[in-house]
């Protein structure tokens, strides 16, 4: 659990944008994934296909703002989890642009 005052701020802030995410896609699941010295990643998806992340700057922060939020946490993010992101147009493009000549990354 976050132990400073500043560390609970920043796990309410990020709970409350996870709520927000929640209402906006009729529910929500997640995983949390570690990204090194930046933190750890907060990966949504949402009952509709929709998906985003949110970085915390801890994983006990990460935790902490999924538990107030009431987030259910998925430990692996894995082919049936996966399988409920949408993904359009946009997202093919670039995924396949890296690889084989699309839309460049920059």
Do not use: C
Request: hydrophobic residues 40%.
């Amino acid at each position: 659990m976050a132990e400073t005052k500043q560390e609970e701020r920043k796990a309410a802030k990020l709970a409350k944008e996870i709520r927000a995410f929640s209402k906006e896609h009729g529910g929500s699941e997640g995983h949390l994934a570690h990204i090194g010295q930046a933190g750890t990643r907060i990966v949504l998806v949402g009952t509709d296909g929709g998906w985003g992340d949110l970085v915390a700057p801890t994983h006990a922060i990460a935790r902490q703002a999924a538990e107030k939020a009431g987030l259910t946490l998925h430990e692996e993010f894995d082919g049936e989890f996966a399988a409920k992101v949408a993904t359009g147009p946009y997202e093919w493009t670039r995924m396949a642009g890296i690889q084989i000549g699309g839309p460049s990354n920059s």
